[in-house]
């Protein structure tokens, strides 16, 4: 085998895109060797082709073969400097894809000894995904539109994640591993890869019971750790449509589809949502708040205000300081009423969490200047959701504003939950550092809701946990497990420095049982709900204090 083919720098180049393959040419030997990808992709028997100049031909469309021939014979016989030409080229499962092939002859001597070039898939439109093999989503409109037949569309649940822990090549891995599971589940169906990390199942002849069957089969292998050649345990998602109408486009089963797997990933317990009337309501619902949301914002955060609830002292139960809490009243009265539970994740779906952002901080560090005079150790605590700290102007501006109203960074803290381990891990670390650097305190929110363990919290510097509400609520002598869970979580606590918040303190109860545990601050409606600012102030008259925060 000619050893000038096997060199590292081929290696290397092999490996750079998913639809860009090379080959070369020792002329000498009339031996081609083709990269990895080539092989796959055309099905090639392996990477080494003699003769490569009648064998080739054979891959090409019968209709190209002239125009292909005419250009690099103009190459080979030196009147023409380049081979540069579009074709279409059959690949593995039979069908043509359109490539783009440039190659040169690379001479020593004034003698040609190599050709060498790259040939890249120029089929956007390509009929098969050249990862999975699988077809595109481009031929998912020439699937027939017959009632009764349905569509499946699968997602993997925190892909983002999946690829940037263990990098892109992994995550390849794990796309190509749930391809090969769908396509043998469904074998008699037609699979998709539908985008980066969406599967469509289109099947005519399995019932709506079957389909989720198989599906939970399929759910049931990702879900077991180690399951295929390294591949660590992942969860996936799916939503469920059957068509219809004969009438309705692909386009909008498609966005049913969507609409279900997404509900389906809303709801920790099911993995598999069928399209319903009830997924319909609930996105025209949303759709009429994001837009509304939108408008407010525009119109200088009309209808947004903050209300405050006072973080107690463990001692005497005197106010050491406040939550700030984001409440809006739409002005469309379709609308009704709109908790934070509900417009906020609209808000960081719609990316407008950024602006509101900025409000809720200016707002709340202006409302704490006010407060100082009278209060000088008092805290203001609000909450940020993932997507500012990925603004870079975010991190600065809270500084800019402490020192515009004239407060001390000490008295800020800033409350993320626990998602935010989950998203770009530098960054967060980055953001914690310089924001701790000027005195302003991190607090954990909801901690023990996900499954964040200590190691992970430990990976980035907080200064505060605040303890879920659902650990909280229930706590009663008799409650064995969650009394275990916050003893322990408020031993390891101390033991690492954090401060500890107990969020949900309803009773007095509640408050009996937990001052055996060393917590730093107790929040709930036993002290007061979140106010008003008029109302807090009052709150502050009448139980404000004059200690620091712990
Ligand atoms: P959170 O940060 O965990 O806020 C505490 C929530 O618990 C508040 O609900 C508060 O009213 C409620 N709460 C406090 N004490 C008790 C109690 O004793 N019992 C019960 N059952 N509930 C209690 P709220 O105001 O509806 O806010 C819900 C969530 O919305 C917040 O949960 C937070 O995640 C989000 N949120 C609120 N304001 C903002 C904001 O300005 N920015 C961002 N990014 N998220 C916000
Ligand atoms: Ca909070
Ligand atoms: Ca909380």
């Given at each position: 085998m000619s050893s000038s083919l096997n060199n590292y720098l081929f290696d290397a180049f092999s490996n750079a895109s998913d639809d860009i393959y090379i080959y070369?040419?020792?002329?000498?030997?009339?031996?081609?060797?083709?990269?990895?990808?080539?092989?796959?992709?055309?099905?090639?028997?392996?990477?080494?082709?003699?003769?490569?100049?009648?064998?080739?031909?054979?891959?090409?469309?019968?209709?190209?073969?002239?125009?292909?021939?005419?250009?690099?014979?103009?190459?080979?016989?030196g009147t023409k400097p380049q081979h540069n030409c579009e074709y279409r080229v059959r690949n593995r499962s039979g069908a043509y894809s359109w490539v783009e092939c440039r190659g040169s002859m690379v001479y020593e001597d004034g003698q040609p000894v190599f050709f060498a070039g790259l040939m890249t898939r120029i089929d956007n439109q390509s009929k098969y995904d050249g990862l999975t093999h699988l077809l595109t989503a481009y031929e998912l409109p020439k699937a027939p539109i017959i009632p009764s037949?349905?569509?499946?569309?699968?997602?993997?649940?925190?892909?983002?994640?999946?690829?940037?822990?263990?990098?892109?090549?992994?995550?390849?891995?794990?796309?190509?591993?749930?391809?090969?599971?769908?396509?043998?589940?469904?074998?008699?169906?037609?699979?998709?890869?539908?985008?980066?990390d969406e599967f469509v199942v289109y099947s005519t002849h399995l019932s709506?019971?079957?389909?989720?069957?198989?599906?939970?089969?399929?759910?049931?292998?990702?879900?077991?750790?180690?399951?295929?050649?390294?591949?660590?345990?992942?969860?996936?998602?799916?939503?469920?449509?059957?068509?219809?109408?004969?009438?309705?486009?692909?386009?909008?089963?498609?966005?049913?589809?969507?609409?279900?797997?997404?509900?389906?990933?809303?709801?920790?317990?099911?993995?598999?949502?069928?399209?319903?009337?009830?997924?319909?309501?609930?996105?025209?619902?949303?759709?009429?708040?994001?837009?509304?949301?939108?408008?407010?914002?525009?119109?200088?955060?009309?209808?947004?205000?903050?209300?405050?609830?006072?973080l107690m002292g463990s001692y005497g139960s005197r106010v050491v300081g406040a939550e700030t809490l984001l409440r809006w009243e739409p002005e469309n009265p379709e609308i009704g009423e709109c908790s934070p539970e509900e417009f906020i994740p609209i808000l960081e779906k719609n990316e407008g969490i950024v602006d509101v952002g900025y409000f809720v901080m200016k707002e709340s560090i202006r409302q704490l200047s006010e407060w100082q005079e009278k209060f000088p150790y008092l805290h203001i605590s609000f909450n940020v959701s993932?997507?500012?700290?990925?603004?870079?102007?975010?991190?600065?501006?809270?500084?800019?504003?402490?020192?515009?109203?004239?407060?001390?960074?000490?008295?800020?803290?800033?409350?993320?939950?626990?998602?935010?381990?989950a998203t770009d891990i530098e960054l967060v670390r980055e953001s914690f550092r310089i924001l701790r650097s000027q005195g302003i305190r991190i607090a954990l929110d909801d901690f023990g809701t996900g499954n964040t363990s200590f190691w992970t919290v430990h990976s980035v510097d907080i200064d505060i946990l605040k303890l879920d509400q659902a650990y909280v609520r229930t706590l009663?002598?008799?409650?064995?497990?969650?009394?275990?869970?916050?003893?322990?979580?408020?031993?390891?606590?101390?033991?690492?420095?954090?401060?500890?918040?107990?969020?949900?303190?309803?009773?007095?109860?509640?408050?009996?049982?937990?001052?055996?545990?060393?917590?730093?601050?107790?929040?709930?409606?036993?002290?007061?709900?979140?106010?008003?600012?008029?109302?807090?102030?009052?709150?502050?008259?009448?139980?404000?204090?004059?200690?620091a925060f712990r």
């Open positions: 070369v040419t020792d002329l000498h030997e009339d031996l081609t060797r083709w990269s990895g990808g080539a092989v796959e992709f055309f099905g090639l028997e392996n990477e080494y082709m003699y003769d490569v100049k009648t064998r080739w031909i054979d891959y090409i469309h019968p209709d190209d073969r002239d125009m292909y021939i005419e250009d690099i014979s103009g190459v080979f016989n037949a349905s569509i499946l569309l699968v997602g993997i649940d925190n892909f983002r994640m999946i690829n940037s822990r263990h990098g892109i090549l992994y995550g390849n891995r794990v796309l190509k591993y749930l391809a090969d599971l769908l396509s043998s589940e469904f074998s008699d169906e037609t699979v998709y890869r539908f985008s980066g709506i019971d079957e389909l989720k069957y198989r599906f939970e089969k399929i759910y049931l292998t990702c879900n077991i750790a180690e399951n295929y050649e390294g591949i660590e345990s992942f969860s996936i998602s799916a939503g469920l449509v059957e068509i219809p109408s004969a009438d309705t486009s692909m386009m909008d089963i498609v966005g049913f589809a969507e609409l279900s797997l997404a509900d389906a990933k809303e709801h920790s317990t099911q993995h598999l949502s069928v399209y319903s009337s009830e997924i319909k309501k609930k996105h025209i619902r949303r759709t009429k708040i994001s837009e509304e949301l939108i408008s407010s914002i525009r119109n200088n955060y009309e209808g947004f205000h903050l209300e405050y609830q006072p993932y997507l500012q700290l990925q603004d870079p102007l975010f991190v600065p501006s809270i500084l800019k504003t402490c020192k515009l109203y004239n407060v001390d960074p000490h008295n800020i803290i800033m409350e993320l939950t626990e998602s935010i381990l009663c002598e008799n409650n064995k497990i969650d009394l275990a869970i916050v003893e322990s979580i408020s031993i390891m606590c101390n033991r690492l420095g954090y401060d500890l918040i107990a969020e949900g303190v309803e009773t007095d109860e509640i408050r009996n049982v937990l001052q055996q545990f060393e917590i730093t601050a107790y929040q709930g409606f036993l002290f007061s709900r979140p106010l008003t600012p008029d109302k807090f102030e009052a709150f502050l008259d009448e139980n404000g204090s004059n200690y």
